[in-house]
């Protein structure tokens, strides 16, 4: 059962234009949401995060926004560059557990083009 | 601040072999987790540790899968005997404390044949 989802294993974006992830999740405990990136080779990296309290949260070109009703959250990056070519990663997590691991989506894998 | 070791990057062993990795945490952090990610997969997490002791282990499969952090610092997780649905990256990833932004290192890569 997947508690994190992200429906789209790939998404092309032109660069300098809006690059918009999704991600659903079924768990109604969760209540931090982060998004990682990753690159090849290379172990995820933290990109952003947003609590439950709040339904925004920006950082530079980097934005997410979480629904709650709709269990739904997203990451925008405006605007897209070729570096941000990479998979990205939503994971979620109950801060009222008993233990602290992220749940992750699949990841998508962004591309921009020239 | 250096980052995340882990070590090897790469292994390649036969089914019914046994395997272990490394993993050495950002200097002062106090919590560790180790994941399993599958081809195609988010990471999966195995096992957190809280200083020298364990959190939460309910996703190892405790009949093959073994993990350590002696003194708190250092952490091995083994394998014994590996199946071939074993291959994966294993990443080892650390954070300042309970419920603080987590840093992952770069992983291991194990094929079983």
């Known amino acids: 059962d997947q508690q994190v989802k992200q429906n789209s294993p790939s998404l092309s974006v032109q660069e300098g234009r809006i690059s918009i992830l999704n991600c659903d999740y079924t768990?109604?405990?969760?209540?931090?949401f982060l998004w990682y990136k990753k690159y090849p080779a290379e172990g995820p990296t933290f990109l952003i995060s947003?609590?439950?309290?709040?339904d925004k949260n920006e950082d530079g070109r980097f934005t997410v926004f979480l629904n709650k009703s709709a269990k739904h959250l997203s990451l925008h990056i405006v605007p897209s560059q070729p570096g941000d070519s990479a998979v990205y990663f939503c994971a979620a997590s109950d801060s009222g557990g008993g233990a602290d691991g992220l749940t992750f989506g699949k990841g998508t894998h962004l591309i921009i083009q020239p | 601040e250096a980052g995340v070791a882990q070590s090897p990057r790469y292994k390649i062993i036969e089914k019914r072999q046994s395997v272990a990795f490394w993993c050495n945490p950002i200097s002062g952090h106090a919590t560790l987790y180790w994941y399993q990610q599958i081809l195609g997969q988010g990471p999966k997490l195995l096992i957190q540790?809280?200083?020298?002791?364990?959190?939460?282990d309910s996703q190892l499969p405790k009949d093959r899968f073994s993990a350590e952090r002696l003194k708190g610092v250092d952490s091995t997780l083994k394998i014994q005997p590996a199946k071939l649905e074993d291959s994966a990256v294993y990443l080892c990833a650390s954070s300042l404390d309970r419920r603080n932004e987590q840093f992952f290192g770069p992983g291991t890569r194990l094929t079983v044949l």
């Open positions: 947003i609590s439950s309290i709040k």
């Open positions: 768990n109604s405990m969760f209540d931090y």
């Open positions: 540790f809280q200083n020298n002791g364990v959190v939460d």
